[in-house]
């Protein structure tokens, strides 16, 4: 638990903002997946900043596959992947460490761990450490072949065309929230385990481990409180499992049927902006103004997809592990 | 996994519908909290039908405490409790076994299963073992004391005043769905777990356990994704962590910043309707019509508030076991 | 993990000596297999006590299978086995309550429970717990058949042929330790998990969890520390993994080689004795006499091997669940 | 599991004897803790190879420390320790990989994996692993002081006396076996958890994770199978648990008394020899013969010692976290 999640197919991250290295390892992956070091390009490179609306920094992201990987080949070893900070610029968090950030972790951080926390980009909290969690829903999503696994921006601060709004809240130095979909595809019946690591469950689980994820719905989601179950209900119309409409999002009992999981993510606006906000000095408890520099995104959510897909592979990956037993008999 | 949630404070729930009993054991609870069966009165009353909008099956609900609670506290060993089941009719399930009913469990349990599940009643995929999480409930809440866990309907169907939608539906032989809201008061700073145990992360993964939920927000939740950073960062107003709004909902970081926990569930319509419904015949796959019998509730959302607190709490009591670490050095 | 141990397989364990009822959940485990009462007979038969150097008291021990099977078949939900305890005197404990007896539970379960602990019959730390691992076994050893787990005792106070030896001892109220060997054979290729769920980690653990066991020792065990490599060395003589001997008790690199595994395990003379001993008074810190009554077996090795068997079938199970992942790719 | 060991303190193993690296991931430590590289440097020293007995593989093992701990203090966050692997020589592996060493991991890893593992220098099997062992067992230290774990060889070959022995097996291209004793002191009262984490069953999986253990013993060990219960059982002398003698070993129903926790492991003879020996070719089947050639210990028990530390002071660390909700009410 804490840093380390899953049953049988289990994830550890490690790692600081501004440390040395953030690092993955990937245990209870069987041997025998093909495994190669251009695999995880393209992934890594959506999670990566550059576009308009993202932050300055940019990391080259070269996975260092440091074990579990022989000729080509997953060994059923566990898989380390290390991906060395190089472009970090501290200064800026000196500057501000003693005045925690509103609606960031440095406040709580500073508590919880008694000050001796890595305060230096968000240290552990950064969204930096999803680099590893990409890097294994690659290794995920071959495992859970053929499913498909696909997130998309549905919409930033209620727009689903957000161009120009990204580059007016940056140029305000503020940011913006929105809103991520994901659907996975040749899903098959009975993956999910009852009672507590339901297929929503453990997908929640994951997702809201992302800096700034603050909902999840899945199907109808929030709007079935309005729905009445002759509305709602999903009609079955083959034998496979098959439903007219899909309102469960694919999840019935906590169970997949057949159907596409279908969940939308909330994400709130990054925290850090570029305007003097009132805090408090964490040292004296005085009142204090924080007005940070540094490289920050406008928007967070437009590179959540790939990382909501990657923590959708990787319980996906878990619960079909999982389900081998119940072939058994 | 699976039918066991926790790190140090673990809850493991067992039984089916119609079978002989639902049972919860709770460990790894400290020694020494005072319990008596008055105490779980309350709760499982919350919890019990026979409201409008409720089924009618009451089951008396006593808790037969069968070990770690000895002269009146904890013993430190684990707890059993459990719940006969009495009020069983078995007979309408009969009838439609090879009939799943729309968005019900039953084809995934089938399927799943291999025809080897107990399909009574929905067997261990039944609302009833929320009777056990309610008992578990009870001992996490004063395990956190003096945090305060409150949960309340919101809104049905949309509705804030919703005697008479549901007294209408109900006529209808039709369900409705409701969202329910939950506040935790008193909450000290520094729980919850990076990266993997947010606190967000382990109320999720449990309430998403509940059957009938499809959605979960917290703070200013799905809204944070049309909002601005400067509206949604929730100001730091005193040095123990009182922020001046809580669009948070009191986490930060996936820990909680002091301020009140705020979450809202979005709870489906109960899959079970008396209504003819189109649905495939699970032995020849041919096209059926499936007319429930039985006793069901209108609306679950009504009876889903004291699980919510249950599972709340349950969170909280393992974040707490788990931050007594962080005082040690 | 404490009172629950296992991966997928997963047990669970609650009760008391002179509680209501001692329980075990078994978790995990697929669908499909057969289970009826009479299958538990047998085992349960073995452990109970009634022949020559076992206690008096004597418990029916009937399963109540409260969930988990239906029809005659587990279901995959969490199966609910409870054990009634009945013949139950707890007078003898108050007497000597304040007394602990040297080398029994008692002073330790006193001091971490802060008093709080069921001390009757030495409560959740009594050898009456072991009823549930019995009936786990049952299970676990019908879901890794084809291999067959034997255990026997081995000797009794150093001697192969004991019976006179323990008439002797139980003639002087003392009590005399054993041996117990256990012999798994039709064991495939590969069950085991490298690093830290290595086959002898995994029956250690539990082995350790049965009260009185203080050693374990698997194929040449401690006499392999005074051999060469030249005669310790297992050779291969088949392309099944077949050796000439078996030093190795079955496992290379903590998995199975595919020869039977072998192991022994040193049972200590059971604590209580029918003689004054000293001790210290746990109220006052004073001196005192403990010279305790009630019915305890003279030699507890003779009640070991089901439970050894039950906890080896339990790890196996686990094990082979474990490993059906390296059969995906 | 399998990779990651531990309930609060959690340690997670990587890597493979000739792969880039081997790592170790630290995971629930708490916060404050002073670490500095020197503090590595002892430790790693005695675990390395370079004295006679010992294989010729010398590394320099340096500790890069990539994330957990900063300004010279544990974070809170997990810490990731990394060593490379830079004295490889894997020809000689290449040369026998077909033929599997008899009594080593090869047979079953090519097995296990369907020839995927990485068979150089044994992959992950090899005691190279056990390196970051040792680096995790540096920091449990830490956190268990003022527990002192010592361990140290107490035979080899069945003497006390052995460095002659020791040169002439080596002169033969044989190997030899050892026993190695480990003393705990100031060790608490209440460490360990009924009923499956006693202390025995944890310092026993861990213990039974290094290569090359076949047995543990417990204090009086395998020699109670011979005692009376008059002989065996320890007279508590003081209110603070102290007793005459200590054949419990410092535990008693799984929890430490306040003794010294004693125990004794068997190491089995280094299974790689430089004598030719009979085996089977892993693709034809057929009969073969094995030379190996490489680098490799006389006797491993000789560097046994600081990793039983390691092991030991990892499960006191847990159980020590895991203690701390005993003094809650």
Redesign the interface.
């Known amino acids: 638990?804490?840093?380390?999640?899953g049953?049988?197919f289990?994830v550890?991250?490690?790692?600081?903002s501004h440390?040395?290295?953030?690092?993955v390892?990937i245990?209870?992956c069987?041997?025998?997946?093909p495994v190669d070091k251009e695999d995880f390009v393209n992934d890594l490179n959506r999670r990566k900043p550059g576009k308009a609306g993202t932050t300055k920094r940019v990391e080259d992201d070269y996975p260092?596959?440091?074990?579990?990987i022989?000729n080509g080949?997953?060994?059923?070893?566990?898989?380390?992947i290390?991906f060395e900070n190089r472009d970090v610029k501290s200064k800026h968090y000196d500057d501000i460490k003693d005045y925690?950030r509103?609606?960031?972790?440095d406040?709580?951080?500073y508590?919880?761990?008694?000050g001796?926390?890595?305060y230096r980009g968000?240290?552990?909290?950064s969204g930096r450490?999803t680099v590893g969690i990409v890097a294994a829903g690659v290794i995920a999503k071959k495992l859970i072949n053929p499913i498909k696994v696909e997130a998309k921006v549905k919409?930033?601060?209620?727009k689903k065309d957000y161009a120009d709004l990204i580059a007016e809240?940056a140029k305000?130095g503020?940011?913006?929230?929105?809103?991520v979909e994901c659907i996975c595809s040749n899903v098959p019946?009975?993956l999910?385990?009852?009672?507590?690591?339901?297929v929503?469950?453990?997908i929640?689980?994951?997702v809201?481990?992302i800096?700034g994820?603050?909902?999840?719905?899945?199907?109808?989601?929030?709007?079935?409180?309005?729905?009445?179950?002759?509305?709602?209900?999903?009609?079955?119309?083959?034998?496979e499992?098959k439903?007219l409409t899909n309102?469960?999002?694919g999840i019935?009992?906590?169970?997949?049927?057949g159907n596409d999981i279908v969940f939308r993510v909330?994400?709130?606006?990054?925290?850090?902006?570029f305007?003097p906000?009132?805090?408090?000095d964490?040292k004296t408890?005085e009142k204090a103004t924080v007005f940070p520099k540094g490289r920050h995104d406008t928007c967070i959510?437009l590179r959540v997809p790939v990382i909501v897909e990657a923590m959708t592979a990787i319980a996906l990956a878990d619960l079909k592990?999982?389900?081998?037993?119940?072939n058994?008999?």
């Open positions: 638990m804490t840093n380390t999640f049953s049988i289990r550890t991250i490690t790692g600081e440390g040395k290295s953030i690092a390892v245990d209870g069987p041997a025998g997946i260092f596959i440091e074990s579990g022989f080949y997953t060994t059923g070893a566990p898989i380390l290390r925690p509103p609606s960031h972790a406040f709580v951080a508590r919880k761990y008694k001796f926390n890595d968000g240290g552990h909290f450490v919409s930033i601060g209620g809240v305000e503020d940011s913006i929230g929105g809103i019946v009975g999910g385990e009852p009672f507590f690591y339901s929503e469950s453990v929640s689980h994951l809201f481990s800096p994820v603050k909902g999840i719905e899945f199907g109808a989601g929030f709007r079935c409180a309005e729905m009445k179950g002759s509305e709602f209900n999903d009609i079955l119309i083959d034998s499992g439903t309102n469960a999002g019935n009992g906590g169970i997949t049927n909330a994400v709130r606006p990054t925290a850090t902006i305007k906000q009132e805090t408090i964490l408890g959510a592990l999982l389900s081998l037993k119940d058994l008999f």
